[in-house]
């Protein structure tokens, strides 16, 4: 089983399932002893519900594309009656459920067999997972010092270690992109409401997050996508409808297209060396795939401006789950139920304005036009994921009382990843490819965003590069195939 886990994708391993070779309880026995090998060197899966798996088994599993394949969900977000979360923090510590999410039952729906969950930072607002709910950070596979990322950096730390070949994640400010960089993987951000969000939220962070999967390979991702894309009911409001599947996508080359290489941020500062070679290699193979390529400086874009408007957001965000969840209670919040950041952030919202919080998604709603005018001149914009490879364990901490700082001072969030939350704050679809890893053996993604709505030209374009430049077999240090990682 294990040879199998090692060499085959979910498609491989839901196939292997469809004609009898193996069982649904022996891809999951499988899953559950390669995660008791590696998790304590990792921290990423940090709920399990073994049972519940097998019972679910046992009832007879939906006949969906990915029947009998083991599944872990992210620890915020995507709801389930049975399946109980920490949500990343003290407070919500073994918050139940009282229905299913609409994309908990797409996955379910799927055939998954969901048996954990994976660490997630507190209030989703950092570039690491190091909760201190789950008693202690999560470690990358790739080198335990450094971080997997975040917000869906369990996610990624489990797909990458192989304990599972996909997982759930969730990115409003590039929570399944800075994991997939990090973590040698696929992440894809589809078009803002192509995925359900509903029934506990109307829409995450004014519409800049969005549910989303870790997958090793790109037509997982584009399974896992048309299995769960679509509106569920009431939705505000929906995406642009897709002139196709996200697996036919994957099937058919990308005619050429005109590329834009951008090897500064978004606001003109300079990148780590190996970023700036992963996107310029990446560069190259794409105009061997017969794209043009046009060397661009930074859009005239008000990238800084978008940046402190997301912030004021995700910061009422937060106070508002925290607010609700002690008036709901009834007592007041106690010592250590949230981390210092989270309480920095509530505070700064507190002193907003009804009229602030508005301005801020005024200012959102400017910048994705701004952007768009970009995207009349090219069809895809390129440049490096993330600014330097990933950042060692304790960088990000949130034991730190200054919010703001925290994400946009020079040494801060947006200084290390600052590409990926403006296509939250735009809503367009961008993936991060695993395409580059340094002299030292880290990874480094290379980050591709499109035209709202043509989601199934990036996915084309993804599965181009995966068939040019595989990286599928590339295994880090930690591995669950191995007996001693």
Not at 163 to 175: F, M, N
Not at 413 to 430: I, K, L, M, R
Request: proline share 7%; aromatic share 8%; hydrophobic share 40%.
């Amino acid at each position: 089983m294990d040879e199998l886990f090692d060499t085959e994708d979910m498609t491989g391993l839901a196939a292997h399932v469809a004609d009898g070779r193996v069982t649904a309880v022996e891809l999951l026995d499988a899953a559950i002893a390669r995660c008791d090998r590696v998790n304590g060197h990792l921290n990423a899966v940090v709920l399990r519900f073994d049972d519940v798996a097998r019972r679910k088994i046992a009832e007879g599993l939906p006949e969906g594309p990915f029947r009998g394949v083991p599944f872990l969900l992210k620890d915020l977000g995507a709801e389930a009656v049975d399946y109980p979360s920490h949500n990343g923090s003290r407070l919500l510590h073994h918050t139940t459920y009282d229905r299913d999410s609409a994309i908990y039952e797409r996955i379910a729906a799927a055939g998954l067999v969901t048996f954990g969950r994976t660490a997630s930072p507190e209030g989703g607002v950092g570039p690491v997972t190091e909760a201190a709910v789950y008693g202690g950070p999560t470690c990358n596979p790739w080198d335990t010092s450094r971080t997997p990322g975040g917000s869906s950096g369990g996610s990624g730390a489990a797909v990458a270690s192989g304990i599972v070949p996909g997982a759930h994640g969730s990115d409003g400010g590039g929570s399944v992109r800075i994991p997939a960089s990090n973590c040698g993987l696929f992440g894809f951000k589809p078009t803002r409401a192509r995925l359900p969000d509903g029934p506990y939220a109307g829409e995450g962070w004014a519409g800049m997050a969005t549910d989303g999967f870790l997958t090793r390979s790109v037509r997982d991702q584009a399974a896992l996508l048309d299995a769960c894309a679509g509106p569920d009911l009431g939705a505000p409001y929906v995406a642009p409808r897709l002139q196709g599947t996200f697996t036919e996508a994957t099937r058919t080359a990308l005619p050429q297209r005109r590329v834009a290489l951008l090897t500064t941020s978004l606001t003109g500062a300079e990148l780590a060396p190996a970023c700036v070679e992963a996107a310029r290699e990446a560069a190259r193979t794409l105009e061997g795939l017969g794209h043009e390529i046009v060397e661009i400086a930074p859009p005239p874009a008000d990238t800084q401006g978008m940046m402190l408007a997301w912030c004021k957001i995700v910061a009422c965000g937060t106070a508002l789950w925290i607010d609700k969840t002690v008036a709901a209670r009834g007592r007041p919040l106690e010592e250590g139920e949230v981390e210092r950041i989270a309480l920095s952030a509530r505070d700064y919202a507190r002193g907003l304005s009804g009229a602030d919080y508005l301005d801020a998604v005024g200012k959102i709603h400017s910048y994705g036009r701004q952007m768009a005018r970009v995207f009349l001149d090219f069809d895809i914009l390129l440049t490096p994921t993330m600014a330097e490879p990933p950042a060692k364990v304790g960088r990000f901490s949130h034991d730190r009382d200054d919010y703001l700082a925290y994400r946009t001072a020079s040494d801060g969030v947006f200084a290390y990843s600052p590409f990926t939350a403006a296509f939250n704050a735009t809503g367009q679809p961008a993936a991060s490819v695993p395409l580059h890893w340094t002299e030292d053996g880290l990874p480094v993604g290379i980050h591709l965003a499109a035209r709202f709505g043509a989601d199934l030209d990036l996915m084309s374009l993804c599965a181009d590069l995966e068939r040019a430049c595989p990286w599928a077999q590339r295994r880090p240090a930690v591995w669950a195939g191995r007996t001693d990682p």
